[in-house]
């Protein structure tokens, strides 16, 4: 069982960046999928997290109206669309799954299988 991210960088305030999470050896379809971040000398935090379905999806507010969830089934992929970037963005990203979960799980003890994370910095 894997989860691999990719698709972290360094990007100006303002920019974007793309994060895709493709899994493995896991019936993908059976976990609602999420993203959290962790800047150095802070807690992991909950970003956004997607539906087993995909047809919903949930936000940190720090986060609503710039970055957008979404799941390709077929793909085996979860991708991360992160725009007006901040400084305040630059952290570790990591996806994460949730065995028969619903989606909108906030909290990191409830997923089961982690990425290793893919760093992000936002340069002001």
């Known amino acids: 069982v894997q989860l691999v991210e990719s698709g972290g960088g360094l990007v100006q305030a303002g920019g974007s960046l793309r994060l895709s999470c493709t899994a493995s050896?896991?019936?993908?379809?059976?976990?609602?999928m999420g993203w959290f971040r962790q800047a150095p000398g802070k807690e992991r935090e909950y970003v956004a997290s997607i539906s087993r379905s995909g047809s919903d999806t949930y936000y940190a507010d720090s986060v609503k109206g710039r970055f957008t969830i979404s799941r390709d089934n077929a793909k085996n992929t979860v991708d991360l669309q992160m725009t007006s970037l901040k400084p305040e963005d630059t952290a570790v990203y990591y996806c994460a799954a949730d065995y028969l979960g619903r989606g909108g799980g906030t909290d990191k003890g409830i997923y089961d299988v982690w990425g290793q994370g893919t760093q992000v910095t936002v340069s002001s």
């Open positions: 050896g896991l019936t993908f379809g059976w976990y609602a």
